[in-house]
């Protein structure tokens, strides 16, 4: 399935270091969102994207910077991290309302070292 | 208390075995129910959506109970393929935010 793509798949970055996550839908969707997964924790929200405006941000350091340039693509740009940031990073796209669920990309698996 | 939970697992069972998840949610003013399942490091997918009335897709039987915010899932007939941990999801009206359970992992054994 190639609804939701996301690039890297795979990241090892030092805590000084800076990248981007990349995440682009393919199914005419209008609103996206990061989400994060830490093992045996259920997935965290960190934001939301409804025709490019961010319409929640919860409660996320600010080393880890969104940004919509369109309704189809979404990054996540991170700086300085932290080891406990190492995680899947997945991104997710729905219609507006979301009432007939997300869909998800891959995800990218990150390593803070 | 957690606002989606869900029952902690693992559950073992025989293929064929019938095995029914149950989740609730603590928000009263939830508006679309969902129940996804997710792959040893893969991403969560949509399985199926849940209504009042109660839905079914081949195996699979979703209720919810909006007064006792409830939700479940029934599996009838166990594959193999059907190993997976399944997430309780529930969406709040404003902005789409989905609040995940911490998933009922499930090992379908031959």
């Known amino acids: 399935e190639t609804g939701v793509t996301q690039t890297p798949r795979h990241l090892v970055m030092g805590m000084t270091n800076k990248k981007s996550l990349k995440c682009e839908q393919h199914?005419?969707?209008?609103?996206m969102y990061w989400y994060k997964q830490s093992a045996k924790k259920p997935l965290e929200l960190m934001f939301v994207?409804?025709?490019?405006?961010?319409?929640e941000n919860n409660s996320v350091p600010s080393r880890f910077s969104p940004e919509c340039p369109n309704s189809s693509h979404l990054f996540l740009h991170l700086h300085t991290l932290q080891p406990e940031d190492s995680a899947l990073y997945l991104c997710?796209?729905?219609?507006?309302?979301?009432?007939?669920?997300?869909?998800f990309g891959p995800g990218t698996r990150l390593t803070v070292t | 208390r957690k606002e989606v939970e869900q029952d902690p697992g693992p559950f073992n069972v025989p293929e064929g075995a019938t095995v029914a998840f149950n989740c609730t949610y603590s928000?009263?003013?939830?508006?679309?129910f969902f129940w996804y399942r997710q792959d040893c490091r893969k991403e969560p997918k949509l399985l199926m959506s849940?209504?009042?009335s109660g839905n079914e897709d081949g195996r699979f039987t979703a209720q919810l109970n909006r007064a006792s915010q409830y939700i479940s899932l029934l599996i009838r007939d166990s594959k193999l393929s059907d190993s997976a941990t399944y997430l309780c999801?529930?969406?709040?009206?404003?902005?789409?935010?989905?609040?995940f359970g911490q998933g009922t992992e499930l090992s379908v054994k031959p």
């Open positions: 849940v209504y009042s």
């Open positions: 994207y409804n025709f490019k405006e961010q319409t």
């Open positions: 999801v529930v969406l709040y009206n404003q902005g789409g935010k989905l609040i």
């Open positions: 997710a796209s729905s219609t507006g309302t979301g009432g007939n669920g997300q869909y």
């Open positions: 199914l005419g969707h209008n609103a």
């Open positions: 928000n009263s003013a939830s508006q679309s």
